[in-house]
T-cell receptor, first 114, second 117 residues
Framework: DQQVKQNSPSLSVQEGRISILNCDYT??????FLWYKKYPAEGPTFLIS?????DKNEDGRFTVFLNKSAKHLSLHIVPSQPGDSAVYFC?????????????FGQGTELSVKP | DVKVTQSSRYLVKRTGEKVFLECVQD?????MFWYRQDPGLGLRLIYF???????EKGDIPEGYSVSREKKERFSLILESASTNQTSMYLC????????????????FGEGSRLTVL
C-alpha cells in the first residue's frame, strides 16, 4: 500500500514560470514532510521540509504548502530554472525532526525548458 | 559536510552470487538506512538500523540482510542475487534526536547501481 503518492510522473515547465509538484499521503500519523531532489547517477539531496504544525515553509525559490485536512502537500518553485530539472521526491515521517525512517513517493521528473 | 560513501558505484553480478554493498558515514550518525530506487516505484526501504548490532526490517526486506558491526558502517548483503534485484541502491544516515541543528533529513550516498545477469 503506497502511503505517499506522487501521481504525476513528469512535469514540463518553461524557464521563469512556476513549477508545482504535488504529493498526497494516507497515513494521518505522519507529522513531518520533506522534499528531495535527485539528479541521475547521484544520491537524493534534501531541499525543504515542513512540520505538520505549519501550513507553509519557504526557502528562497522553494515553498512547501501542507493541507493536513486533505492530506496533501505541494512544492512550488518560482522562478523555475533549467538547473531545477531533476526528479523530485516527497517523503513523510512519523518521527518529526528525530531522523527516523522516511516513506517516499514515486517521484516526479521535472523538466524546465529554456 | 556529511559524507556518506558507498563502496561501489557500479556492479555487475551473476544470478546466485553473494553480493556485498558497503556504506560508511563520517558524521557519527546513529541511524543508517538502505533503500532501493526503481522507476515508477520511488525509494523503498529495505532495512535500517538505529544502533550498532541493531537492525530492523523495512518495507521490502525479502532477499536481503544487513550487518552493522561498527557505528559508521552499514552493509547490505544479497545472499543469492536474482535478476529482480537489479536496481539502484542508496545508503543514508541521519542523527537521532531533537538537537536544534537536526532537520529530520536523511543524508544519502551517491548510490550503487547493481545489475544482476
Amino acid at each position: 500500500d503506497q502511503q505517499v503518492k506522487q501521481n504525476s510522473p513528469s512535469l514540463s515547465v518553461q524557464e521563469g514560470r512556476i513549477s508545482i509538484l504535488n504529493c498526497d499521503y494516507t497515513n494521518s500519523m505522519f507529522d513531518y514532510f520533506l522534499w528531495y531532489k535527485k539528479y541521475p547517477a547521484e544520491g537524493p539531496t534534501f531541499l525543504i521540509s515542513i512540520s505538520s504544525i505549519k501550513d507553509k515553509n519557504e526557502d528562497g525559490r522553494f515553498t512547501v504548502f501542507l493541507n493536513k485536512s486533505a492530506k496533501h502537500l505541494s512544492l512550488h518553485i518560482v522562478p523555475s530554472q533549467p538547473g531545477d530539472s531533476a526528479v523530485y521526491f516527497c517523503a513523510a515521517s512519523r518521527f518529526g525532526r528525530q531522523g527516523g525512517k522516511l516513506i517516499f513517493g514515486q517521484g516526479t521528473e521535472l523538466s524546465v525548458k529554456p | 559536510d556529511v559524507k556518506v560513501t558507498q563502496s561501489s558505484r557500479y556492479l555487475v553480478k551473476r544470478t546466485g552470487e553473494k553480493v556485498f554493498l558497503e556504506c560508511v558515514q563520517d558524521m557519527d550518525h546513529e541511524n543508517m538506512f538502505w533503500y532501493r530506487q526503481d522507476p515508477g516505484l520511488g525509494l523503498r526501504l529495505i532495512y535500517f538500523s538505529y544502533d550498532v548490532k541493531m537492525k530492523e526490517k523495512g518495507d521490502i526486506p525479502e532477499g536481503y540482510s544487513v550487518s552493522r558491526e561498527k557505528k559508521e558502517r552499514f552493509s547490505l548483503i544479497l545472499e543469492s542475487a536474482s535478476t529482480n534485484q537489479t536496481s539502484m541502491y542508496l545508503c543514508a544516515s541521519s542523527p537521532l534526536g531533537l538537537a536544534e541543528k537536526n532537520t529530520g533529513e536523511l543524508f544519502f550516498g551517491e548510490g550503487s547501481r547493481l545489475t544482476v545477469l
